[in-house]
């Protein structure tokens, strides 16, 4: 939450940490419901445990061309 802090100010940083409260709730919301249903599909749990971990890659990816992008700037 940190970086609402560092973009924005005052009435936009709580509009920030609002959405980043959201998007971490909602994935509180759909994760197990993802998991559980991967879990059926042949394979088991290691489906499930392979979809996040390509989740936690996409994520770095992100962070990594994020920053990338915000230091050319």
Request: glycine content about 16%; some cysteine; overall charge positive.
């Amino acid at each position: 939450m940190g970086a609402a802090f560092c973009f924005f100010s005052g009435s936009a940083a709580a509009g920030g940490i609002a959405f980043i409260n959201s998007l971490g709730n909602l994935g509180a919301f759909v994760g197990p419901f993802v998991i559980g249903y991967l879990r059926s599909q042949p394979g088991g749990f290691s489906t499930g445990l392979y979809a996040l971990a390509i989740m936690g890659l996409a994520a770095t990816v992100m962070l990594i061309f994020l920053l990338r992008l915000l230091r050319q700037t």
